[in-house]
């Protein structure tokens, strides 16, 4: 079993930054790539970004030059640094991570129970 836990999510004003973070446990061998995604109300998930083990980043053009993911490959974590934050970046942010338990084991994909982000006007 794996386990996601996002962290850090909150109220900010707009043009405000907030971090949130997100750490996986439990049976991993290892991790491909982490990502970000977020779900507003009445609106379908969508990509915030990416990060591969190597460190290589994709975000979603709503998001560039605003947001930066980074990891810490030894401690399983991710984190999404949000800045100049605006309303319609109000959302559930959830954290997706691709895994194996073991060496040969197939590719999953976790996700966690996500984190609330709510930046006001």
């Known amino acids: 079993q794996v386990q996601v836990v996002e962290s850090g999510g909150g109220l900010v004003q707009a043009g405000g930054s907030l971090r949130v973070s997100c750490v996986a446990s439990g049976s991993i061998f290892s991790i491909n790539a982490m990502g970000w995604y977020r779900q507003a109300p009445g609106k379908q998930r969508e990509l915030v970004a990416t990060?591969?083990?190597?460190?290589?980043?994709n975000y979603a053009d709503a998001v560039k030059g605003r947001f930066t993911i980074s990891r810490d490959n030894a401690k399983n974590t991710v984190y999404l640094q949000m800045n100049s934050l605006k309303p319609e970046d109000t959302a559930v942010y959830y954290c997706?991570?691709?895994?194996?338990?073991?060496?040969?084991?197939?590719?999953?994909?976790?996700w966690g129970q996500g984190t609330q982000v709510t930046v006001s006007s």
């Open positions: 997706n991570v691709r895994c194996r338990a073991s060496f040969m084991g197939p590719w999953g994909d976790c």
């Open positions: 990060i591969t083990s190597g460190g290589s980043t």
